[in-house]
């Protein structure tokens, strides 16, 4: 306790060192939106196979996500890192002696995997237990022997999958598959024998195969390919030794299914519960005999419990909000991460309601809950989620928010970013446009036609509607988004000048050929699938879809924030949009900060959601603050 409370202390002195000019976060009471950032927050736990009663968490520790230990049965929750930037990326082996975490740089997602025993504390030096050099995670798996199957990527190799006998000296990594296309180790055998890969050897990583490889030597046991256009995922094997059943995700009937294949016969059994939407997740319950099945329907996603042995359904835990995880257990209860628009994030038990860890500190103020809109677009009706301030009214100024992925989807789910927007009165609008998933597979593929027009040609449609019945108001319509949505940010403001007021895109691909120059591995095969080429190979798509190509029209002020390591949409390309803006005299504005895609930190988010707060306040005609 002693040392949890002076890290605590030290983690505060860097948060004032590191406050921006004007920064109010010493007002007291701090206003409800920066509670929602500041508050603690815990993640799902990841319990071992083979030790239920351990598991490693990801919690709020000095006001950033670290790795913890946690026992069930006591509640004990001990840390084990402490990062500036945060860990986010942990799990633990299957007996519970040892939990693992990747580390990076600052943010960028080119590590090693590291590990540390159970319940050791951040005085511990976490070992290096895999005798290879650093690259991007495509993958972990362990197994109780000690044996780990790793996938790693690079530019310089493509992707490489090892086995090797973690943490013994000298310990020799068994090469098990190599391509220069992206893939990833998915899954691996009660028994340690057989691993899946998904693989994108066809050139699309958007619509992966999978093969089984023996584990000792990498020979090839079975493959499952359903052809161009049609994925196919590994989530997990049967968990009986010598069970040689993989629970595979496929999209074979237009929306995303569950299979069971048995890559020793052959034999698929399609599994169909007769649910609406598609297939979020899966798992195996521990004895094998029931399926915990998580289904998205429109902006939903809701949790059910499949008998394999006579087929019937029933639901697992609340009926409303979104479950964003889940696990079940070995006695038959499910551990949950759900939340909803209004209700904060909580991790409960299903079968007694109650919080599986409580941390110290207030509970996130609640907010305004969701509306579902739809609207009439180019490729048919088009879902929306709309949030009304608490005060004001019609027609209300308007955050039109564009969710990043693209291969993602809105929900109905708890947002600190969305409540604050709506205390200072403005209206949230999500749009789960053509690309977005849980709308079948068409739905999520339709984008390819035009990349980035498509998606804007629904958000300018749900906004048409808003706008027409007099819920929005036209003339105070901000565009924001990050990642992919901050793309669609930059590409609206310059292909659709006169619909939006103000921009604000975080982390985005802005210059899109450089982009694809210096990204991560895993992202350049997205890009080839998604314009059908490289820019050497496809240059006027690639010049069609960005939004460097369009800076002469740009008519609203914009504010863009960037990671300085971010390996998803590098900092180079921003910099030279920004360039171009600011050689036509537009009113550009940046902030930038010493981290990757994106930061785990609270005192950062709340930094840069005050300067959107800001920016947003200072050009917008008749905000209030």
Request: charged share 25%; proline share 8%; hydrophobic share 40%.
């Amino acid at each position: 306790m002693p040392i949890e409370r002076a890290i605590g202390r030290a983690h505060r002195a860097a948060d004032r060192a590191n406050r921006a000019p004007g920064d109010t976060a010493d007002a007291w009471p701090p206003p409800p939106w920066e509670e929602r950032f500041r508050a603690r927050r815990v993640g799902l736990p990841e319990w071992a196979r083979g030790n239920p009663d351990r598991a490693v968490v990801i919690a709020t520790a000095g006001g950033a996500q670290q790795v913890h230990s946690w026992t069930v049965s006591t509640g004990a929750l001990v840390r084990a890192t402490d990062r500036p930037h945060g860990t986010t990326d942990a799990t633990i082996d299957p007996t519970g002696a040892w939990i693992w975490w990747f580390d990076d740089t600052d943010g960028d997602e080119f590590g090693t995997w590291r590990r540390q025993p159970f319940a050791s504390t951040v005085t511990r030096r976490p070992e290096h237990p895999i005798s290879l050099p650093p690259a991007y995670a495509a993958g972990l798996l362990l197994h109780d022997d000690g044996t780990a199957v790793i996938g790693r990527s690079d530019d310089g190799y493509g992707t490489q999958i090892h086995a090797v006998r973690a943490g013994v000296p000298d310990a020799v990594p068994v090469p098990l598959y190599h391509h220069a296309q992206d893939a990833e180790a998915a899954a691996l055998s009660r028994d340690g024998n057989l691993v899946a890969v998904e693989h994108s050897e066809r050139g699309d990583n958007r619509h992966p195969a999978i093969r089984v490889l023996s584990v000792d030597n990498g020979a090839r046991v079975a493959d499952l390919d359903d052809g161009p256009g049609l994925g196919l995922w590994a989530i997990a094997f049967a968990p009986l030794p010598g069970d040689p059943r993989l629970l595979v995700r496929h999209e074979r009937s237009g929306a995303t299914r569950l299979l069971i294949w048995d890559v020793r016969t052959g034999l698929i059994r399609p599994i169909d519960p007769g649910l609406p939407g598609d297939v979020a997740d899966a798992d195996f319950f521990p004895d094998g005999r029931s399926l915990l099945i998580a289904q998205d329907h429109e902006a939903r996603t809701l949790l059910f419990r499949y008998d394999l042995q006579d087929g019937s359904v029933r639901q697992v835990g609340s009926a409303v909000g979104t479950v964003s995880g889940a696990t079940p257990r070995p006695d038959g209860d499910v551990w949950i991460a759900r939340s909803s628009a209004a209700e904060p994030r909580e991790v409960i038990s299903a079968a007694t309601s109650a919080a599986l860890i409580t941390l110290s500190g207030p509970r996130p103020p609640a907010s305004v809950p969701v509306e579902d809109v739809w609207a009439d677009g180019p490729g048919g009706r088009i879902h929306g989620l709309l949030r009304r301030p608490s005060t004001g009214s019609a027609p209300y100024p308007v955050v039109v928010d564009v969710h990043g992925g693209p291969t993602w989807h809105d929900s109905d789910s708890f947002d600190p970013y969305a409540a604050a927007w709506t205390d200072h009165g403005f209206a949230v609008l999500k749009v789960n446009y053509r690309g977005s998933t849980g709308y079948g597979s068409a739905w999520r593929d339709a984008l390819e036609a035009k990349v980035g027009f498509t998606e804007l040609a629904d958000i300018a449609a749900v906004h048409d509607a808003l706008v027409a019945d007099g819920t929005l108001d036209a003339n105070r319509s901000v565009l924001v988004g990050a990642s992919w949505g901050g793309y669609l940010t930059l590409l609206g403001l310059g292909t659709q000048p006169e619909r939006w007021t103000l921009g604000v895109a975080g982390v985005p691909v802005a210059d899109y050929i450089a982009a694809y120059e210096d990204e991560m591995d895993s992202l350049k095969a997205f890009d080839r699938s998604l314009f059908g080429g490289s820019p050497e190979e496809v240059p006027d798509a690639y010049r069609v879809s960005s939004p460097l190509s369009y800076v002469d029209a740009v008519r609203a002020p914009v504010l863009i924030l960037a990671g300085q390591n971010d390996p998803r949409c590098p900092y180079r390309q921003i910099e030279n949009y920004v360039t171009a803006l600011r050689g036509r005299g537009a009113t550009v504005e940046t902030y930038t900060y010493d981290a990757g895609h994106g930061s785990h930190v609270d005192h950062e988010r709340v930094r840069q959601m005050r300067a959107e707060i800001e920016f947003v306040l200072r050009h917008l005609p008749g905000a209030r603050a």
